[in-house]
Each structure stands twice: as C-alpha cells, then as structure tokens.
C-alpha cells in the first residue's frame, strides 16, 4: 500500500523557518517525481514545487521561489520541504504527493494527508 | 504567468450529468488533470491527460480538452460525488510551472 506521511508543521513566527518532511512507503521512492502542493484555509489548491528523482531536475512557483528549497534523499525514501522567510500568507495545509514519471512536472497520483503550517505572530 | 479559471459552483440533480470546466488560453495545447477533493480530505486524481482515469475512477467520469477549455464529465452523478473539483495544467515558459484553477464545488441536488 503507497503512503505518504508529512512532519514538521506548526506555529512559526513571520520571518521564520521551517523544515516539513514526507516520509513514504509502499513503492520505490528512487524511481518517482515528488511534489509538493499547499491549500490555504478555505481556498483552492497551490502547487509549490517539484523535484526529479535524481534531483537533478527542481522547480518552484513564483510565490516561493528563493525562500523554500525542495530536496529528497532516496535512501531514505523521503522528501523535504526547507521554508525560510516565511509570510502570514504561507499559511496552509501542505501536502506531499507522488508524480506520476520520473521527470518532474507530471500529475499527482497519491497524497500524504497533509500537514498544517501556520505563520503568525 | 499563466492563468487558470474555473466555476465556483455547479449544482445538479442525482442521475444527470454534471459538467466542470476549466479555462486558459490555449488550454487545448496542454495537458489537463482533474483532482477530487471531499472536505477534510487529501485530493484524488481522477482524470490525467485530458481523459485517462486512474484505476479505480469510475467510467462515469470522463475529460476532454480543445481551444481554451477542457471539461470534466460526471455522468449519473452520485451523491458521493459532491466534493471539490480542481483542474490543472503544467505551462512552461523558462521552467515547468504547475497551475491549478481554483476550483469547483459540485453540489448534488
């Protein structure tokens, strides 16, 4: 059975940092593109970056770009999300999910249940 | 950057065919997924490219995709099916960007 398990969400302050991590199971990690998407509370889906499976090949939307590093290590089938200078508007439920190819920017097949980052002073 | 739209709400009775749209420029030319999302829940893909279904999606469900608007079909709609629909698209200019349209509430009646 695939699963995807995020950590690392909670209260930070504006201008904080934080590292959320997804830890999988059930396929090979190595062989599949990983993304990760945000919902706001009450709003529609954001996608906020993706990355290859040789990390070779990472992307960013333009609302993160510069403050969020999106990384993973294969051996130990799990991806991360580093968010620094982070906004009140960061606020959101982030998701980890599955590409469906090896190349980065393919569609999410399966989701982590997500986990609550919340940027407040 | 490249801009997706949906309809905020579709509304249709059980046993008829509910109709989502999903708008950009040129959409026609991209590639178009569809995710289902019931409150307090993760999404779910149900259609990829335009019109495959994931195992497990019904037949029921269905996509296509030509000149500025790609369309998710619900056919015999369900109860269940009330949920949240988004819509999105990969656009690349200088890098791969991937868009999601705000959204859709489909309301069974």
């Known amino acids: 059975e695939v699963q995807l398990v995020e950590s690392g969400g909670g209260l930070v302050r504006p201008g904080g940092s934080l590292t959320l991590s997804c830890a999988v199971s059930?396929?090979?990690?190595?062989?599949?593109?990983m993304n990760w998407v945000r919902q706001a509370p009450g709003k529609g889906l954001e996608w906020v970056s993706s990355?290859?499976?040789?990390?070779?090949?990472?992307y960013y939307g333009d609302s993160v770009k510069g403050r969020f590093t999106i990384s993973r290590d294969n051996a130990k089938n799990s991806l991360y999300l580093q968010m620094n200078s982070l906004r009140v508007e960061d606020t959101a439920v982030y998701y980890c999910a599955r590409g469906t190819a090896a190349v980065a920017g393919t569609p999410s097949d399966y989701w982590g249940q997500g986990t609550l980052v919340t940027v407040s002073s | 950057s490249y801009v997706v739209t949906q309809p905020p709400s579709v509304s249709v009775a059980p046993g008829q065919t509910a109709r989502i749209t999903c708008g950009g420029n040129y959409i026609g030319s991209k590639s178009v997924h569809w995710y289902q999302q019931k409150p307090g829940q993760a999404p779910v893909l149900v259609i990829l490219?335009?019109?495959d279904r994931p195992s497990g999606i019904p037949e029921r469900f269905s996509g296509s995709n030509s000149g500025n608007t790609a369309t998710l079909t619900i056919s015999r709609v369900e109860a269940g099916d009330e949920a949240d629909y988004h819509c999105?698209?990969?656009?690349?200019?200088?890098?791969?960007?991937?868009?999601f349209g705000g959204g859709t509430k489909l309301t069974v009646l």
């Open positions: 990355i290859s499976t040789s990390s070779s090949y990472i």
């Open positions: 059930g396929f090979t990690f190595s062989s599949y593109s």
């Open positions: 490219y335009d019109n």
């Open positions: 999105q698209v990969w656009h690349t200019s200088s890098a791969p960007l991937g868009v």
